[in-house]
């Protein structure tokens, strides 16, 4: 194995896990404001995907127009899960909440394969297939959109936490609800704009996903669970760490699958989830005990 | 201002207050003092909403506010400063006290930014920290940070539970004289205190909290001098400090 073989397998690895961190972004989002895990979120990423290619072939709109209905589309669903299934049990424990997201999920999917069936959708890549060489590593344009989708969203949901009141008010929720309450912050409402992020997130990562690994309905399942192992890795509940966690565990999996066995490319994320879950439960950025 | 009839709460099947009658007038310190599981927090979070009660009726004003949400309670007008300050530790203190001003939707930028101002200038030790973690101030920096947030939604009842808890006396008693001097401005106060003596200095009247019943009432000069408090709630050893 040669350094430019390396370097090639950890591009590659970048552009998986810029997808997986917005995907981990979408788990933390939702547990900041419910503490729980919406096992959902990966059918956010099918929806934003499946809506754009089908979008663009049935009613012949362009991309861009495409990908904003799609993003559309499902933030309404991110915000209809919320009040149809979430809401109503909130009183529940936080374990049959997650299993109502589990529930959530397999309805959704199931709804995606009656309405556009079990193929493939393929989505021409935004910007051509001309490769571009990088230090002597190739990366397709599509990677960059990839990346660049991720920083651009990850830059966005840090200026919405950091500047506006909005931000801060989900913030001093997932710290302190009921003081936050008594602040005369509306919990239920920062739990719908929870989702709706999340779920706009989650959108966003499936369509600049899909030219690289086609859209199809059953994409989400696995999508999430890979997400979800990015969040625990970086720390449940921290958005810079899901921002790495993603990171690190695409660049893992490549890594594995070109030194070991392509094969073995699933596997590895959730050897890396039972690995932290063992080492460090609160994950590379999460510190032992917080509180938030 | 504020009137409680006959308030019943509980936690799953403990029952944490029976019949709770009270009443705060507009312009009067009250106190609430008790020993601990008194049930005093109870009666402050059925009264901003964080509670709901099983029977019984509040009253702001003229209005019945029994069982409003919490968010609509604190744009009426109650402002809760709960026990053990409960600060965003991992927020600056500059947004904290603006967190504290989240429900004023109606007032304007500069309205708020003004009455930031006007918290700095009555908590100098505020604004030398406001960019830091609300969670590394100090315990009596924390209280004044809470007390400001709370006062940041323009509260025209201001419900402070256990001020001076954990604070180094001569820091307890300057928190104190600051809600002195609060309601010397026209604000309302109710004041929960587990230091009994300090809580009576400041307050007008008092009520006398236990196992979930009010047992006593009346000014606080009377309660002061009543021998059953001043054995059960006025220990030498506290007296001590605040003379
Ligand atoms: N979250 C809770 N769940 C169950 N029981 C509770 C809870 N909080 C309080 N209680 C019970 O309700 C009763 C009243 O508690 P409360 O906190 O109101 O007392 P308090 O007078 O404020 O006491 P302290 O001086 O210790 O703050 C106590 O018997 C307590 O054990
Ligand atoms: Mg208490």
């Known amino acids: 194995m040669t350094a430019v073989q390396v370097w090639q397998f950890f591009l590659s690895g970048l552009t998986t896990g810029g997808t997986y961190a917005l995907i981990a972004l979408g788990f933390s989002l939702v547990y900041n404001a419910t503490g729980v895990i919406n096992f959902a979120q990966g059918e956010f990423v099918m929806l934003g995907g499946m809506i754009t290619a089908a979008a663009m072939a049935a009613w012949g709109l362009p991309l861009w127009l495409a990908a904003l209905v799609a993003v559309a589309i499902t933030t309404i669903v991110g915000l209809v899960l919320d009040r149809a299934a979430i809401r109503p049990a909130r009183h529940s424990s936080p374990v049959v909440l997650v299993i109502i997201t589990v529930g959530a999920s397999i309805f959704i999917r199931g709804l995606a394969s009656i309405i556009w069936g079990p193929d493939e959708r393929p989505l021409p890549a935004f910007s051509g297939d001309t490769p571009i060489v990088i230090l002597g590593a190739t990366i397709t344009p599509q990677s960059l959109w990839v990346l660049g989708a991720t920083l651009v969203t990850a830059l966005i949901m840090w200026a919405v936490f950091e500047y506006t009141i909005v931000g801060k008010a989900m913030r001093a929720c997932a710290i302190n609800p009921p003081a936050a309450q008594l602040c005369g912050i509306e919990l239920s409402r920062m739990v719908s704009w929870s989702f709706a992020l999340a779920a706009a997130i989650g959108a966003i990562a499936g369509i600049v996903l899909a030219p690289v690994t086609m859209a199809q309905y059953n994409v989400g399942a696995m999508l999430g669970l890979k997400g979800f192992c990015a969040a625990i890795l970086g720390g449940l509940g921290n958005g810079l760490g899901s921002i790495l966690g993603g990171l690190v565990l695409g660049v893992l999996e490549a890594l594995g699958a070109g030194l070991i066995s392509s094969q073995y490319k699933d596997a590895i994320a959730f050897i890396v989830l039972i690995a932290m879950l063992l080492i460090r439960p609160s994950g590379i950025l999460g510190r032992e005990g917080s509180d938030d | ?243």
């Open chain 2, 1 to 243: 201002m504020l009137r409680l009839t006959s308030i019943d709460a509980s936690y799953g099947r403990v029952q944490a207050l029976r019949r709770i009658s009270l009443h705060v007038g507009a312009g009067e310190i009250v106190s609430l003092i008790g020993a601990n599981g008194a049930g005093k927090s109870t009666t402050l979070e059925v009264i901003s909403g964080l509670i709901r009660p099983d029977s019984g009726r509040i009253v702001l004003g003229e209005q019945d506010v029994t069982s409003w949400r919490p968010g609509r309670l604190v744009r009426a007008g109650i402002a809760h400063v709960p026990e053990g300050r409960q600060v965003f530790g991992s927020l600056s203190v500059e947004d904290n006290l603006l967190l504290g001003a989240y429900s004023r939707t109606r007032s304007s930028r500069e309205e708020i930014a003004a009455d930031l101002q006007a918290q700095y200038k009555r908590f100098p030790r505020l604004h030398e920290r406001r960019r830091q973690l609300a969670g590394s101030l100090s315990g009596g920096e924390q209280q004044m940070l809470a007390l400001a947030r709370g006062l940041m939604s323009r509260p025209k009842l201001l419900m402070l539970d256990e001020p001076s808890l954990g604070l180094a006396p001569i820091i307890a008693h300057q928190v104190l004289a600051e809600v002195k001097r609060l309601r010397d401005e026209g604000l309302t106060v109710l004041l929960v205190e587990q230091n009994a003596r300090a809580a009576l200095r400041i307050a007008d009247r008092g009520y006398v909290v236990e196992t979930g019943r009010i047992v006593l009432e009346g000014t606080a000069q009377d309660l002061l001098d009543n021998p059953e408090v001043q054995r059960a709630y006025l220990g030498r050893a506290y007296g001590e400090i605040w003379e």
